[in-house]
């Protein structure tokens, strides 16, 4: 599920998740549509970061040193000092 940005060319930008509208600007010209539609993507990456950070939280796990290159874990690709993915390092 993830979040979509969506422009009628008219006067509108909404987000929609699952074809349901989350969230919605109106515009009354080109300079005011990208100024929201910034607004529009700025939501949508809030979204998707504060989705993967409560992800993280219920599901975190013990990064393996032995596994990945030492710095990355190789089970999510998040550096190990992460400490929203990991709860302990393991060496």
Not at 34 to 51: C, H, N, S, Y
Not at 64 to 88: I, P, Q, Y
Request: charged share 30%.
């Amino acid at each position: 599920m993830t979040p979509r940005v969506n422009d009628n060319d008219a006067d509108e930008i909404t987000v929609t998740l699952d074809g349901k509208e989350i969230r919605g600007w109106s515009y009354a010209d080109e300079a005011e549509r990208r100024v929201k539609m910034r607004a529009a993507r700025e939501f949508v990456e809030g979204w998707l970061q504060a989705t993967e950070y409560a992800a993280a939280k219920t599901e975190p796990h013990v990064f393996d040193a032995t596994s990945g290159d030492g710095e990355n874990c190789a089970k999510c690709g998040a550096n190990w000092r992460d400490t929203t993915r990991h709860l302990t390092v393991a060496a």
